[in-house]
């Protein structure tokens, strides 16, 4: 596609339900990253795939958090017994292989009530 | 491990006035600096890059010149606009390979007429 898309835009759960946070990359980029966007925190980096493989994945938080990608293109990042703690907006960006042309989605909001 | 620090915000001026936005880093080795922008309700964007010492990135009358000996990427801009509110992160990728980037906390712009 011609950018990079993120679904939902919004997700609001409740305290100990689980979510999938869906990414569809620029199409060809092989390289694809999480982050995440919280007041607490700052902008953080997540997990990075290179292809199917995630070679770095030092800054997932727990192990309530993973992710995973498929055919080398759309990736899901799994939280699973969402926290309070967990709400902020959760970003994708991809990139060719050598890191040009990268390109952040514009997020998913989520909120844990 | 490698960080970025950033100036806190919000900063507030009147439109035309002179804008900096000091930001310094540490890292080992030879990183790239950015800065992107993020206005009020859209993602991140780049606004600008350096990619070795003594280069300066410009875009949209914003500079920043990469300074090894001060390990600085301040942003400038000779005249802001009001258009310019936005939030403002400088940012490394360190070189190994996964180009992930490691982020300032973020400083909040706010330009009056």
């Known amino acids: 596609g011609a950018g990079v898309s993120q679904s939902p835009s919004n997700k609001v759960t409740e305290k100990g339900k689980d979510v999938e946070l869906r990414c569809d990359p620029i199409?060809?980029?092989?390289?694809l990253y999480w982050y995440r966007q919280s007041l607490g925190q700052g902008l953080e980096f997540l997990i990075y795939f290179q292809g199917n493989s995630a070679p770095d994945k030092s800054g997932l938080p727990s192990d309530r958090f993973s992710a995973e990608r498929t055919g080398g293109s759309v990736s899901t990042l799994t939280i699973q017994r969402t926290q309070q703690e967990d709400s902020a907006v959760y970003l994708c960006?991809?990139?060719?292989?050598?890191?040009?042309?990268?390109?952040f989605g514009s997020g998913t909001r989520l909120t844990v009530v | 491990g490698n960080s970025v620090t950033q100036m806190e915000g919000p900063v507030t001026l009147s439109e035309e006035a002179f804008l900096t936005i000091n930001c310094t880093y540490t890292a080992t080795g030879y990183p790239s600096l950015f800065w992107y922008v993020q206005y009020p309700g859209e993602g991140l964007q780049l606004l600008l890059k350096?990619?070795?010492?003594?280069d300066k990135g410009s875009n949209k009358g914003f500079e920043a010149t990469y300074r090894k000996e001060t390990t600085s990427f301040h942003l400038e801009k000779g005249s802001v606009q009001v258009s310019d509110s936005a939030v403002y992160f400088c940012?490394?990728?360190?070189?190994?390979?996964?180009?992930?980037?490691?982020f300032g906390s973020g400083t909040r712009l706010l330009v009056r007429p």
């Open positions: 940012a490394l990728r360190d070189g190994d390979s996964s180009y992930k980037l490691i």
């Open positions: 199409s060809g980029h092989t390289a």
């Open positions: 960006a991809s990139s060719s292989r050598d890191g040009s042309g990268y390109t």
């Open positions: 350096a990619t070795k010492a003594d």
